[in-house]
T-cell receptor, first 113, second 111 residues
Framework: GAGVSQSPSNKVTEKGKDVELRCDPI?????LYWYRQSLGQGLEFLIY????????KSGLPSDRFSAERTGGSVSTLTIQRTQQEDSAVYLC???????????FGQGTRLTVV | AQRVTQPEKLLSVFKGAPVELKCNYS??????LFWYVQYSRQRLQLLLR??SRESIKGFTADLNKGETSFHLKKPFAQEEDSAMYYC?????????????FGKGTKLSVKP
């Protein structure tokens, strides 16, 4: 596709369940970012992948959160044993070069009930 | 550490008035600065890059290294400018290329 695609668009899960969120970046983009967007909290950085370098995981809020990027393309963000405070919009972005800026997906709205 | 500060959560102006959205940053090197905008029910999109020194939709932003600021300005605000605006900072690629955002400023342009 032409843009960054995220799936699912919406996810409702029960507290304690695991969830997987998927991001398909723009083809050829070497950098991939995950953010969490909550009301009044802006964009909270979670994790950053750049090519074959070790990912920057410094933003992951707890060890329940993990992410993979397979083959330098598709990425999956996994949240284990979800909690109500995990409810937010999870955004993925990709970029070809830093100076060009990043392109964002439409987000996955996660609701933990 | 990289940090972006947007001091105003909400900025309300009347149509035709000038608008300035403030952004201050903290970074030890020479950063890349960006402004992103999110209109209602749309995805976040890039508005401006400091390196291109461009004007988009009448908005401009100048990097002031002395004041570590990258304020976004428009001389005459329009109702369609109402949106969330995020200032962002990045290093120069590789492990420095992470993109850090401020908490955003909601701009409301009243008729």
């Amino acid at each position: 596709g032409a843009g960054v695609s995220q799936s699912p668009s919406n996810k409702v899960t029960e507290k304690g369940k695991d969830v997987e969120l998927r991001c398909d970046p723009i083809s050829g983009h070497t950098a991939l970012y995950w953010y969490r967007q909550s009301l009044g909290q802006g964009l909270e950085f979670l994790i950053y992948f750049q090519g074959n370098s070790a990912p920057d995981k410094s933003g992951l809020p707890s060890d329940r959160f993990s992410a993979e990027r397979t083959g330098g393309s598709v990425s999956t963000l996994t949240i284990q044993r979800t909690q109500q405070e995990d409810s937010a919009v999870y955004l993925c972005a990709s970029s070809l070069a830093v100076k060009g800026g990043a392109f964002f997906g439409q987000g996955t709205r996660l609701t933990v009930v | 550490a990289q940090r972006v500060t947007q001091p105003e959560k909400l900025l309300s102006v009347f149509k035709g008035a000038p608008v300035e959205l403030k952004c201050n940053y903290s970074y030890s090197g020479s950063p890349e600065l960006f402004w992103y905008v999110q209109y209602s029910r749309q995805r976040l999109q890039l508005l401006l890059r400091h390196i291109s020194r461009e004007s988009i939709k009448g908005f401009t932003a100048d990097l002031n290294k002395g004041e570590t600021s990258f304020h976004l300005k428009k001389p005459f605000a329009q109702e369609e400018d109402s949106a969330m605006y995020y200032c962002a900072l990045s290093g120069h690629g590789g492990s420095q290329g992470n993109l850090i955002f401020g908490k955003g400023t909601k701009l409301s342009v009243k008729p």
